[in-house]
Nanobody, 129 residues
Framework: LQLVESGGGLVQPGGSLRLSCAAS????????MGWFRQAPGKEREGVSS????????IYADAVKGRFTISRDNAENTGYLQMNNLKPEDTGIYYC???????????????????????WGQGTQVTVSS
């Protein structure tokens, strides 16, 4: 299982970016997916998480109403749409999938890093004028 993020970059405050997380070597639909970020000098924090089917999502308070997580299991890809970006959103963004997987059992969303077993390499997001 491998995850590859893309879509990061430099954007002005108020701008938008759409991050993608492409999975290979497995069915993304068998896993809960999460997005995390790490700002310079800070710990990694959970941004959003989505269930296998996409019917349940959670967001960090700092991004509610601005970010939207989604997934296309047929394309084996997850997304994080980020609108109205702020300088404090700057950091490396990582996608991750749950350590547990299932083709039929519901798995819960989570912001606990140790819930996730596979991580991407990260993509840099910089919000600056």
């Amino acid at each position: 299982l491998q995850l590859v993020e893309s879509g990061g970059g430099l954007v002005q405050p108020g701008g938008s970016l759409r991050l993608s997380c492409a999975a290979s070597g497995t069915r993304l639909g068998d896993y809960v997916m999460g997005w995390f970020r790490q700002a310079p000098g800070k710990e990694r924090e959970g941004v959003s998480s989505i269930t296998r089917s996409g019917d349940t999502t959670i967001y960090a308070d700092a991004v509610k109403g601005r970010f939207t997580i989604s997934r296309d299991n047929a394309e084996n890809t997850g997304y994080l749409q980020m609108n109205n970006l702020k300088p404090e959103d700057t950091g490396i963004y990582y996608c991750a999938v749950s350590a547990a997987s299932s083709t039929y059992r519901a798995l819960p969303v989570s912001f606990a890093p140790n819930y996730y077993g596979t991580w991407g390499q990260g993509t840099q997001v910089t919000v600056s004028s």
